[in-house]
């Protein structure tokens, strides 16, 4: 049990963004579990997911819920809080601490709004190697992440090469493909379509929570499969079908999908929404982005890549893709394709056989550093 | 070639429907091809999918466009009009003429909007029923139809067998899965959360053209697969990425969705798109419902079920479970996946597949008839 925990801030100056534009005062909230070794080798970075934070694990004070990985990182498990120092933070342009669009901009002390510059991975992996960076860490034991997280992992592997030992991208694509764009696109217009959404400059009023609430129906339909669909409701009622069209939710998945979307729209930022999504939409490491050739000899890196076989969202052969351009160029990867049901939702859910698989891959990559 | 076609309309009084309450003054706008012969043994009752209409085949005087399966009827296709006498109808709730939800309710001179009945696919078979009474037609050579039409396929095979020689569903469901009712009820809600909705009263003045647009959207993308979508758009860009958010569809899927949208809003009417999808979800012919148990002589049913293999929407497997039914209860069925990869939009493209099949099952029903 990692018991209770509290987020930090990493603050700096200014980050030169991808898009030619300069982002000023920019906070990064971070968890850490575990303690840093005197190497200073033992650190593994966790890359959260589109709608993720940095509380993976743990309790904050008060709270009956742990973090979204909690299953996954402390004593003992997969990311063993005994052995490894983990680290997780915020990403750039999120809601839940780090600066994104809700933050205030300090230059108009107003939220920015759609004056936040549009960012993206790369720009998101270059605030977070700042925060290694700053914790004193020059090379990471690990980055792993499932889904936007996966892609994050993905951009370190291509930005920061030489700061990692190994990466385990998870349920994760190097680009998006126009399905996933197309979901993407259909969320963001429902938010922008929301008469509260006010070209962004929402904050202090109504926010746009029908927008954002569609858009994560939408979303967590593509986040399940068909069958754990018909497992978890199959054609259940909640309310009597009266054959009224009025009537509220009758069929069970119907009231799932609304009370997801209601809850969500309590803890996330619709701009966030906005820009997180498109930052996901650019991401493009395919092709001649991919990694330079691994050298001949004294290559070190090591990569697990895992996909879920009922994920139609990230299916599989994106992540055997990215498995197969490693090992085209020379580098030590290994694919595993996990039976589960649970569609794409199964990053969070499948958690023995990820750690059975994440284990003995990070030992090998920590047994093997210590050989050195 | 059909040439040039005209719509009629048939009415009639009153419709008891299966909520128990009842819908008076109805009009039914259908259309035929071929010329029903003596014995009017060679009619085919064609079933339109969702946002479908009576325009089936053939021209409208100054329409550049053809009906929605003029690759599939005419002289000499699939539903060759030399031989057989083909109908097709608006169905009940629907806005392309048949009364729905937009039609006018003479008890008040106004448009029903909400007050309009809920209807379910056997209300709108009931009232094809009617239509087939009133040609003088007491058994249907066939019936056919894809998703929806399908559906309706179903229905009739369930409700009037005996008016049936054969049928034809394709791409089909004996009932929606979870999956299918959630991408329904988001559709329904983008539409419901429009303000221009307002609780369906919007006919004389704007139209939820936003959330009406938006429910297309996610219809779309249900109805193309990801390789049709990789083919179609990979991720080509409509307009330069600029890393500005505000830049309008800068994938080339995102302008194509957005297209899509605008342009069903002009043809399609919100309240019927509620009023549809809601039967298309209440629909439910499964398990014991589903057809007598064949005779054991004189049984000269014949079905021809097809499915395609892309089809994420109504996967192969809920058609596969109408072909496995049929053969349980004994009837002569025959079960086609057709290789595609047009997703579930496969029924209205894999014409040359659908014309070899449909041509020679319907050529054999007809030739035992002629036999007899």
Known sequence: MIGLVKPKTFSFDRLDLESGKTLEDIDIVYETYGSLN????????????????????????????????????????????DKYFIICSNVLGGCSGSTGPASINKKTGKEYGLDFP????????????????????????????????????????????????????????MRHSPQQIAFNEVARQAIIADANWKKGSYYGGEIPKTGLSLARMIGHI???????MEKKFARNLKNKADYSFEADSEFEVEGYLK?????????????????????????DVSGVNFMKQAPASGNDMRFLIIA??????????????????????GYDATYCEIKSTYGHDSFLLETDDETRLISSFLNRVYREGLQK
């Open 118 to 173: 549009v960012i993206t991975i790369g720009d998101m992996a270059k605030a977070q190697k700042k925060l290694i960076d700053f914790l004193g860490i020059k090379k990471l034991l690990s980055a792993a992440g499932g889904s936007m997280g996966g892609m994050q992992v993905l951009e370190w592997m291509v930005s920061y090469p030489e700061s990692l030992r190994s990466a385990i991208p998870i349920a994760a694509s």
């Open 38 to 81: 005197e190497k200073k080798d033992n650190a593994v970075l966790i890359l959260h997911a589109f709608s993720g934070s940095a509380h993976a694990a743990g309790y904050y004070e008060n709270d009956t819920k742990p973090g979204w990985w909690d299953n996954m990182i402390g004593p003992g498990k997969a990311f063993d809080s």
């Open 222 to 228: 593509t986040y399940m499969s068909d069958k754990s």
């Open 259 to 283: 009370y997801q979307g209601d809850s969500f729209v309590k803890r996330f930022d619709a701009n966030s929404y906005l820009y997180i999504s498109k930052a996901m939409d650019y991401f």
């Open 308 to 329: 879920f076989e009922s994920d139609w969202l990230y299916p599989p052969y994106q992540s055997e893709e990215i498995a197969r351009q490693l090992k085209l160029k």
